[in-house]
């Protein structure tokens, strides 16, 4: 079954970075929109960057000017670069697209960001 792939996650201190990445092997990512989402412990999962086709981006305020989505279509990934990293941008991130209808996600990629 097809689904996407993240990795990237990790511990990190706070004001640190991470790089997450976001592929599949079943389909082209290019066409379509990919969103990142993250969920903390205890809270709803929340919508956190988009890149459109086009690509156009935007972000979640909670990360503007700190996380930069792009894409890398030869590689057929989309990355989540996250700066100045804080504790409360701690939990899983999923990346998830729309294709023919169909949701696609990931399983997820752990970020904990220690104080």
């Known amino acids: 079954q097809a689904q996407l792939v993240e990795s990237g996650g990790g511990l990190v201190q706070v004001g640190g970075s991470l790089r997450l990445s976001c592929t599949t092997s079943?389909?082209?990512?290019?066409?379509?929109?990919v969103t990142w989402y993250r969920q903390a412990p205890g809270k709803e999962r929340e919508w956190v960057a988009v890149?459109?086709?086009?690509?156009?981006?935007n972000y979640a305020d909670s990360v503007k000017g700190r996380f930069a989505i792009s894409r890398d279509n030869e590689k057929n990934t989309v990355f989540l670069e996250m700066n100045s990293l804080k504790p409360e941008d701690t939990g899983t991130y999923y990346c998830?697209?729309?294709?023919?209808?169909?949701?696609?996600w990931g399983q997820g990629t752990q970020v904990t960001v220690s104080s």
């Open positions: 079943s389909f082209v990512l290019s066409t379509n929109a």
């Open positions: 998830q697209t729309r294709r023919l209808n169909r949701d696609y």
């Open positions: 890149v459109v086709s086009g690509g156009a981006r």
